[in-house]
C-alpha cells in the first residue's frame, strides 16, 4: 500500500471494515438466492464469482482502485463492481470454453443437455486465483511490480491465467488427479496465504 492509503486504512479501521460487513452480508444473502434459488444461484454465480477473483484481486491490490477511482465515490466502486462482473461472465465462458467447450445457456440457465459450469470449471478456476494470491500476497508483487501500476496488475492476471491452465492441464488431464481433490488442495493453499499474509501480514516471516 502507499504511505497515503496505508495511513487512511490505519485511521479508519476497525469502523471501515465493520460498516462493510454489513453491507456485504445481506448482499450475500441476496445473491444466494437471486439466481431462482440456491441451489440454481450457486450453479450460476458460483463460477462466475470465482472467475472474477483475479480481477478483484488486480483491482484492490494492484491497481489500487482503478479505473473506478477515475470517477466519485459511489460511482466508483459500482463502476470496478460492473467490471468484476463482466469479467466474471467473460472469464467464466473461457473456463467452461477450456473444460467442456463452449455453451451459453450452460452459464446461466444450465439443465439437461447443457451442463452447469459448476463444479467443473472450478478447479481451473481456483487455481488461477491461488497463482494470482502468490503473486499478490505472498511475493508482494514482485517481480511484475517493476512494469507499474497497470501492467503489472495487467501481467499478474495473464500470468495466473497461464500458470492456472499448465497447473490444470498437468494435474487433472495428465497425472489425472481426481478434480475435487485438486480444487480441495488449492482451497487449503488459498487458505493460509489468506491467513499469513492478510490476517498475520507475513508474521513471524516478517
Do not use: C
Amino acid at each position: 500500500m502507499s504511505p497515503q492509503a496505508l495511513a487512511d486504512a490505519r485511521g479508519n479501521q476497525p469502523r471501515r471494515g465493520l460498516i462493510g460487513l454489513a453491507f456485504v452480508v445481506p448482499l450475500t444473502v441476496v445473491l444466494s438466492l437471486a439466481a431462482d434459488g440456491p441451489v440454481h444461484s450457486l450453479l450460476v454465480l458460483g463460477p462466475i464469482i470465482t472467475f472474477g477473483l483475479p480481477l478483484v484481486s488486480a483491482i484492490a491490490f494492484w491497481w489500487e482502485d482503478w479505473p473506478g477511482s477515475l470517477l466519485r465515490r459511489p460511482w466508483s466502486g459500482l463502476y470496478d463492481t460492473a467490471i468484476v462482473a463482466v469479467g466474471g461472465v467473460l472469464l467464466t465462458m473461457l473456463g467452461q470454453l477450456i473444460v467442456d467447450g463452449p455453451d451459453l445457456i450452460g452459464v446461466f440457465a444450465p439443465g439437461p443437455g447443457h451442463p452447469s459450469t459448476f463444479p467443473g470449471t472450478l478447479p481451473l478456476g481456483g487455481g488461477i486465483f491461488t497463482i494470482i494470491l502468490q503473486f499478490t500476497l505472498v511475493w508482494e508483487r514482485w517481480p511484475l511490480s517493476k512494469l507499474g501500476r497497470i501492467r503489472s496488475g495487467l501481467a499478474a492476471i495473464v500470468l495466473s491465467w497461464g500458470l492456472g491452465l499448465v497447473m490444470w492441464l498437468l494435474a487433472v488431464k495428465a497425472i489425472a488427479i481426481p478434480a475435487d481433490h485438486y480444487g480441495a488442495w488449492l482451497t487449503s493453499i488459498g487458505l493460509w496465504q489468506v491467513l499469513g499474509y492478510i490476517a498475520l501480514r507475513g508474521w513471524p516471516l516478517s
